[in-house]
């Protein structure tokens, strides 16, 4: 302090932007926070990411990642190519935990860190992240029955669905494959001339579904034409 009416001070840091008082305490009590006067501004900084402690990781997402940078607040988002990350926890202005999340793509993507003060740039490599493929998996299917006309709908539930995924009814292929998320394809049985069980599989460019099990069994039945 300088004299009785004037103090220099500097501000500490702090995870929380906006509006604050400023108040100042000695042996005879501390100041008063009403009105405006004592009002400080915290902007939120653009913030930055320098590196990450996990830079791969599976499409089935789950992958836990320390996120270092600056200009990190509370309230801050990530997003992992454009998916939001989950379980956020902004531990310091610079410093954020988040988890992977799953998604439908595989290959290198950047790692964006948005608050109020605005989003990461995404120009270096230190927000870098590698999505790795896996063997997709079929655990469960909507329908296991339908007749060798094709046009049944089937919903198929997994793990490690692409984007560009394809679906074949033994060694048929199935029609109108729409990968919905990373665990759900819809498809459309096709025409056989053959009865009985086949594997519904999966393709991606991580592998094939594995076949053998009661999952991904498919009972195609003959319907009769009615006269």
Given at each position: ?227
């Amino acid at each position: 302090s300088s004299d009785l009416t004037s103090i220099t001070v500097v501000s500490p840091a702090t995870l929380t932007a906006g509006t604050v008082n400023v108040s100042v305490t000695t042996s005879g009590g501390t100041s008063s926070t009403v009105g405006t006067g004592d009002d400080f501004v915290y902007a939120a900084p653009v913030p930055s990411v320098t590196s990450l402690s996990a830079t791969t990781g599976a499409i089935t997402g789950g992958t836990a990642v320390t996120i270092t940078g600056t200009g990190f607040v509370n309230g801050a988002s990530v997003t992992f190519g454009g998916t939001a990350g989950t379980g956020v926890t902004v531990v310091s202005a610079t410093s954020i935990t988040v988890t992977s999340p799953a998604v439908l793509f595989s290959g290198k993507i950047d790692v964006q860190v948005t608050t109020s003060g605005g989003s990461s740039v995404t120009t270096g490599t230190g927000d870098d992240f590698t999505y790795t493929t896996i063997v997709p998996t079929i655990t469960s299917m909507s329908a296991i029955t339908g007749t060798t006309a094709g046009g049944t709908s089937v919903t198929l539930t997994g793990t490690g669905f692409l984007t560009g995924a394809t679906v074949n009814f033994g060694s048929i292929a199935g029609t109108s494959v729409n990968v919905v998320s990373p665990t759900s394809i819809t498809v459309v049985s096709p025409a056989t001339v053959t009865t009985g069980k086949v594997d519904v599989t999966v393709t991606t460019t991580g592998g094939t579904s594995a076949t053998g099990g009661t999952a991904n069994r498919s009972e195609e039945h003959t319907s009769e034409l009615q006269s």
